[in-house]
C-alpha cells in the first residue's frame, strides 16, 4: 500500500469520530461509562503518529485511484449511529480530500521534480 501512513491517520480519524459518536448516542455525556468507548482509539494512535512526517510525502505522490481507495476507506470505517451526521461528516470528508486532490496535482509537484526546475537568475 503506498498510503500506508495516511491510511494509519484515517483509521485513527474515523476511530475518533466512531467513540464520539458512541458516547453521545443518548444526548448526553456519561463520564463513567463514555471513557469506556475511547479505548479502542487508543491502539490507533501510535501507528499513525509513528511516521507521521511522511504523510505529507505520501499524500503529495497519490494517484488518483489511490484518493478514491482513501474515500472508500473512511467511509468503511467511520460508522456512528446517527446516519444524518455520519452522511454529513462523510460527505465533507470526501470533499475535503478532493479539494486537497486539486491542490496536489495542480500546484505541488513531488519533491525530486521541484529539484529539477531551473534556478531563477537574478
Not at 10 to 34: H, P, Q, R, V, Y
Not at 97 to 120: M, Q, R
Request: hydrophobic content about 40%; charged content about 35%; aromatic content about 10%.
Amino acid at each position: 500500500m503506498a498510503h500506508k501512513e495516511i491510511s494509519e491517520v484515517i483509521t485513527l480519524g474515523a476511530s475518533l469520530g466512531n467513540a464520539i459518536g458512541k458516547s453521545f448516542e443518548d444526548g448526553d455525556w456519561d463520564w463513567l461509562s463514555d471513557p469506556l468507548n475511547f479505548i479502542p482509539v487508543i491502539k490507533d494512535v501510535k501507528p499513525a503518529i509513528d511516521n507521521i512526517d511522511q504523510v505529507d510525502d505520501e499524500f503529495v505522490n497519490l494517484t488518483p485511484e489511490e484518493f478514491d481507495e482513501l474515500k472508500a476507506e473512511f467511509k468503511e470505517k467511520f460508522d456512528i449511529a446517527n446516519d444524518d451526521v455520519e452522511q454529513f461528516v462523510e460527505d465533507h470528508y470526501q470533499l475535503g480530500l478532493s479539494f486537497a486532490n486539486v491542490i496536489v496535482t495542480h500546484w505541488l509537484k513531488p519533491k525530486d521534480e521541484v529539484a529539477d526546475l531551473p534556478a531563477e537568475e537574478e
